[in-house]
């Protein structure tokens, strides 16, 4: 059965440090993946997709870049965090681009 | 871009009474999803419908399509305590030879006991 990690779950920084949010899924290849953040208890923002290795697609513009060294893993990341990058952070795959997507449990990031 | 609007945006409701949420678009999609999200953790997909009038069934849970495929609804019948959650749902939308899920921003239910 296929299943999809991220890690920390938890996370507080100061503002203007780095950032390294890492998702993996395992049990499914070339998977489409996903960064969406979620404000408190509402709907999900899509961030960045990937369709394959090295293949990012950015939806938003913003303070954060996304990476897919590996097939089935994908990085969100930030040289420098501003207050307004908080959030509730999820991964997302899917077989296809119309197919039901499966979520990790996500990272809860607090910047001071 | 299509939106999708969920209604209401929260709900506190007694345990055993029935609910109706909405999801609506002034587009059309191929299909829709539906999720429900439980506090710190990711959503978790209840059903897809994909036919104009489709109406599927979970348990106390009833979903339908509407016949334009332009919005649909989720039935809860004598809610419980564990059908609290944000529930969510997704439009798929086609865009030339893409496609895209599309979003609503949720529906919070409190079910109390």
């Known amino acids: 059965s296929q299943t999809i990690h991220q890690w920390p779950a938890t996370l507080v920084q100061p503002v203007g440090s780095p950032l390294s949010l890492e998702c993996t899924v395992e049990g499914t290849s070339n998977p489409n993946l996903y960064w969406y953040r979620q404000a408190a208890g509402r709907g999900l923002q899509l961030l960045f997709y990937?369709?394959?290795?090295?293949?990012i697609s950015s939806e938003v513009p913003q303070n954060l870049s996304a990476s897919r060294p590996q097939d089935r893993q994908f990085i969100l990341s930030s040289k420098k965090l501003l207050l307004s990058d908080s959030g509730f952070y999820l991964c997302a795959w899917t077989r296809g681009n119309n197919q039901p997507q499966h979520f990790g449990d996500g990272t809860r990031l607090s910047i001071l | 871009t299509q939106l999708l609007e969920q209604s209401p945006q929260f709900l506190s409701i007694q345990e055993g009474e029935n609910l109706t949420v909405y999801c609506n678009s002034s587009s059309v999609f191929s299909s829709l999803q539906w999720y429900r999200q439980e506090p710190g953790e990711g959503p978790v997909l209840l059903v897809t419908v994909v036919t104009g009038g489709e109406v599927k069934k979970l348990k106390r849970l009833t979903f339908q399509f509407g016949d334009a495929r332009k919005d649909s609804s989720l039935h809860i019948t004598a809610a419980q305590p564990g059908d609290t959650g944000l529930y969510l749902c997704a439009g798929v939308e086609h865009a030339g030879n893409n496609r895209k899920l599309i979003w609503g921003l949720g529906t919070s239910l409190a079910v109390n006991p």
């Open positions: 990937s369709v394959g290795i090295g293949q």
